[in-house]
């Protein structure tokens, strides 16, 4: 290190300005990335925020978050929630479980790479032509639906299953989930060291006490965030739902794109409201996956 | 009956033998290294001894009990990584528990435990830390600590100084020696450092390509090398090669002088050429009274190293290295300069390949 | 022995409940979709689809899109990750943050802000045309890519070691522009490609923003065909399927390149 390093680790160049005018430029390198976010990123969902706290003539009021407490809207975010909590946690526990199988399973190395490479391309599907092929699947019609009636003469639909359901959008859901899962937790399982079992053996624990004590708690961090990730994912998805149950499940976004869609709007600053909900909602999981973290992983280099 | 009992130990991985007839005993209380380069065999007989390898053959008892079939954790043995292996989740007072925690000890049975060994390593006021708040030589030593903590039968050390600085090495491993003695336990301890193997063992076990080469104290391993490996690989060592002229005398021929060892030459025939090792503070430059066989060279270079100078002499077509002790008053020579090189026939080792 | 067995067997179990899963749903669809003609197999709803006026012109728009993402991204993202990593190391976590920010905030929530925002009585009236609106998508889909490119755009530059790389150009006397164009810019290619048919995968059959700022693109009309028809709905979700493997079969060949191309760092 030189004596007469610069403090902000500005490189040196032979043909420079004094360095005090090359800060002031070193700030405008990103200027077009801040105003681009502030655009399109964060004074839109700012107006929302706003919106939500004003009436039609723009005065402040509570009245639209007063009105979300209405049952139908309540119930919107309970299935919402319901919704995304089940297919965050299904999704982390299956490909947690799929994830181990490559990783720790004593499975052959070659299943690994077209397992990598299909939770890729599978963790993109999400959207209309996902919930096409769940309706041709799973549908009433479906291939499923077909063979299980009439190869074992089970009619699921019969036994109360309809893709156009909680658990239909969940196992829908599930399709994109347990990929994300597996692409985020394998490096994580990966960098579980041999010796820390090892080290956990030879002290005299078995497997179970492994797992309890040692290795969950490392992988917990990651758990948490693939859960506040997956939960995000299935909260804001609205393609999916909305090509797979019309507007019959009212889930929150589908309620919102109905309130915008609809340009009925007989209350605009309520579909603000419900925006607000959903960013809330978002906030807080991803606030408590922050605490949780930050509370077990007091272990790791800041 | 010995401590620790290795016999006839193999392990094959797929179709390759790694580790081929080892045989070992090791008495209570001793501190035995295994000491060859990476890929010798010494990690996977002491991971089969641990029992995360399963042998392909052979018995290993310890306390007179065969633990093959036992998993690692029924094996009482404490075993130190060299990559420390804590648990990044705990801190230190936590990873000293973690085995006591394990077997159901009491709290305060813990406590006391931890507080015991926090003072063994000199890590008092460290009991609070957690791992990547500790050098490279402190985490170690908690290894160490935690290892010792559940007062195993065995300790099994695997190359735990080479990931640390050349300092610290030689601190630590005379404190892992020290507390070895104090507590007097049977310790294993692998290493492809030489100066490791020599300066903390009670016996040396040299390997090569999955077989032990000689069993041996340090003196025994540098001194009487039996293979030309040994010789190698443990220390710094000439190789020359003689013309046998009468065997069961020890006469040969080296480079046209006519030399005597003083005793037999071994199971040669007349004509036979045979490796004779030399160590290079047993040779020295010029005319040396009491060292009559003299060679005549060509200084190649001259490493100053301090204490010693290390100079390279080139005979015949052999190029042999020399140490001799710094003297204030006597210049070393210089490349290119003629020299004569003289040594006891003695010192010279007879080598088996 | 039997604890190892037991081990490799939840494994297999794991693994074909995973791979059950996921086949039934491709093959359903598939199966689905050459079911138009009434009792046998036919590409009949494939063909009804590519032929279809529709499906050309929003595919099209669609296409036209992405890549207009693509290159927006591009221009925004690489400059700022350079330069973070370069001169503003301190504004990383901001950055980063800001880039993460899709993952958390919905979708929907950002394009119901964009007609609030850049409606026809706003100082910025983007909605009120359809070159406006355009230009809208495309801004969306930037910050819908965002997370994805500007994570493999920085990752690339850090295996790259952006400064160390750029001194020790500056060293053997390479000027700016020299050690971008030789040094920088072909190993971040790499980088940049992947997130490109990533972003390419995202935006061709992206719903909300397309239907609710009312453009005619695929995902759209997609939806409108599933609600309307019985097959075709099911030869898209093929299609789309397709698409999306190709993007991210390249993506991966792109990737496997780069790891053949370059060398490891030192450690």
């Keep these: 290190m030189s004596a007469i390093a610069e403090p902000t680790g500005v490189a040196k160049t032979p043909t420079s300005n004094p360095s005090k005018s090359r800060r002031s430029m070193a700030w405008l390198g990103i200027l077009p990335f801040l105003i681009f976010a502030l655009l399109f990123l964060i004074l839109p969902t700012l107006n929302i925020v706003v919106g939500a706290f004003q009436n039609p003539a723009g005065e402040f009021t509570f009245e639209n978050i007063q009105k979300l407490l209405q049952p139908s809207i309540l119930a919107s975010y309970w299935i919402s929630i319901k919704i995304s909590v089940a297919s965050a946690f299904l999704g982390c526990l299956i490909g947690f479980a799929i994830a181990a199988a490559i990783v720790l399973g004593g499975l052959p190395a070659w299943v690994r790479s077209p397992i990598m490479t299909f939770s890729g391309v599978a963790s993109n599907f999400a959207g209309v032509p996902l919930a096409f092929a769940f309706l041709a699947t799973l549908g009433r019609l479906g291939l499923v639906t077909v063979l299980l009636r009439e190869g074992f003469g089970i009619n699921i639909y019969a036994y109360g299953f309809n893709i156009l359901s909680f658990w239909g959008l969940t196992l829908t859901y599930l399709f994109f989930q347990i990929p994300l899962m597996i692409l985020i937790i394998t490096p994580a399982l990966d960098g579980l060291k041999r010796e820390w079992r090892e080290a956990a053996a030879i002290l005299g624990a078995n497997g179970f006490q492994y797992w309890s004590m040692v290795a969950l708690p490392i992988l917990w961090p990651a758990l948490l965030g693939t859960f506040a990730l997956l939960f995000a994912n299935a909260f804001g998805a609205v393609a999916t739902a909305y090509a797979l149950t019309g507007s019959s499940l009212s889930i929150v976004p589908i309620v919102l794109f109905a309130q915008i869609r609809g340009d009925v709007l007989q209350d605009p600053h309520l579909g603000y409201a419900l925006a607000f909900g959903m960013i809330v909602v978002t906030i807080i999981a991803n606030t408590l996956y922050l605490w949780m973290r930050a509370r077990s992983e007091r272990w790791v280099k800041s | ?353 | 022995m039997s604890f190892w067995r037991s081990k490799r067997f939840w494994s297999w179990v794991a693994l074909s409940f995973g791979v059950l899963y996921f086949a039934l749903p491709l093959i359903g669809t598939f199966e689905f979709s050459l079911r138009m003609k009434r009792g046998e197999y036919s590409f009949e709803a494939y063909r009804v689809i590519l032929g279809d006026p529709r499906f050309q012109a929003t595919f099209l728009y669609s296409v036209l899109m992405a890549l207009l993402t693509i290159v927006v991204g591009v221009l925004l993202v690489v400059p700022t990750a350079y330069w973070v990593r370069l001169k503003l190391p301190r504004w990383r976590p901001v950055v980063e943050f800001i880039t993460l920010l899709p993952l958390i905030i919905p979708a929907i929530v950002i394009v119901f802000g964009y007609i609030r925002l850049y409606n026809t009585s706003s100082v910025l009236p983007l909605t009120g045309s359809a070159f406006g609106t355009d230009i809208l998508m495309v801004c969306g889909y930037t910050v819908l890519a965002l997370p994805y490119m500007y994570r493999a755009v920085d990752t690339g530059l850090r295996t790259l070691d952006v400064s160390t790389l750029t001194e020790a150009a500056e060293s053997l006397g390479a000027g700016k522009i020299t050690i971008l164009a030789k040094i920088i810019l072909p190993n971040v290619l790499v980088a940049i490609l992947s997130g490109a048919f990533l972003t390419f995968a995202i935006v061709i059959g992206e719903f909300v923003f397309a239907a609710l700022l009312n453009r005619p693109a695929f995902g759209p009309f997609m939806q409108l065909i599933g609600a309307n028809r019985a097959y075709e709905p099911a030869a898209l979700a093929v299609i789309a399927f397709s698409i999306t493997w190709l993007c991210m079969g390249l993506m991966q060949l792109v990737t496997r390149l780069q790891k053949h191309t370059q060398v490891k760092p030192f450690r």
């Design chain 2, 1 to 353: 009956m010995a401590f620790l009992e290795i016999s006839n130990l193999q392990k094959d991985y797929a179709g390759n033998r790694v580790v081929e007839n080892f045989n070992l005993a090791v008495e209570q209380g001793e501190f035995v290294s295994f000491l060859g380069p990476s890929g010798c065999g010494k990690t996977t007989v002491l991971r089969m001894v641990a029992g995360f390898e399963t042998p392909s053959a052979g018995l290993i008892r310890i306390d007179g009990k065969d633990v093959v079939n036992l998993k690692p954790n029924q094996r009482n043995i404490g075993m130190v990584f060299q990559a420390y292996a804590l648990f990044p989740n705990m801190t230190v007072a936590q990873n000293l528990a973690f085995g006591l925690k394990v077997a159901g000890k009491s709290k305060a049975e813990i406590e006391a435990t931890v507080k015991e060994m926090l003072a063994l390593i000199k890590l008092e006021a460290l009991g609070q830390r957690y791992p990547f708040q500790l050098s490279g030589g402190q985490q170690q030593r908690v290894a160490l600590a935690r290892a010792l903590a559940v007062k195993p039968k065995l300790l099994l050390l695997d190359e735990p100084l080479s990931a640390l600085d050349a300092k610290i090495r030689v601190s630590l491993r005379e404190e892992i020696r020290a507390i070895q003695r104090k507590l007097q336990i049977t310790t294993i301890f692998v290493t492809h450092d030489q100066e490791e193997a020599l300066s903390m063992s009670d016996r040396i076990v040299v390997m090569h390509q999955g077989k032990a080469d000689q069993l041996g104290t340090p003196f025994e391993i540098y001194n009487q090398p039996k293979t030309r490996f040994v010789a190698s690989f443990v220390g710094t060592i000439n190789v020359l090669e003689g013309k046998v002229l009468d065997a069961p005398a020890g006469r040969f021929s080296l480079y046209g002088a006519e030399l005597n060892l003083g005793r037999s030459l071994g199971e040669v025939k007349t004509g036979d050429i045979v490796a004779l090792a030399l160590r290079p503070e047993a040779a020295s430059l010029g005319t040396t009274v009491g060292k009559p066989a003299q060679l005549t060279g060509i200084v190649q270079d001259v490493n100053f190293l301090g204490s010693v100078i290390r100079v390279r002499v080139k005979v015949g077509e052999t190029s042999l290295s020399l140490d001799s002790f710094n003297q204030a008053a006597v210049a070393p020579p210089k490349a290119g300069d003629t020299v004569m090189v003289s040594f006891a026939p003695e010192e010279l080792l007879v080598l088996a390949d």
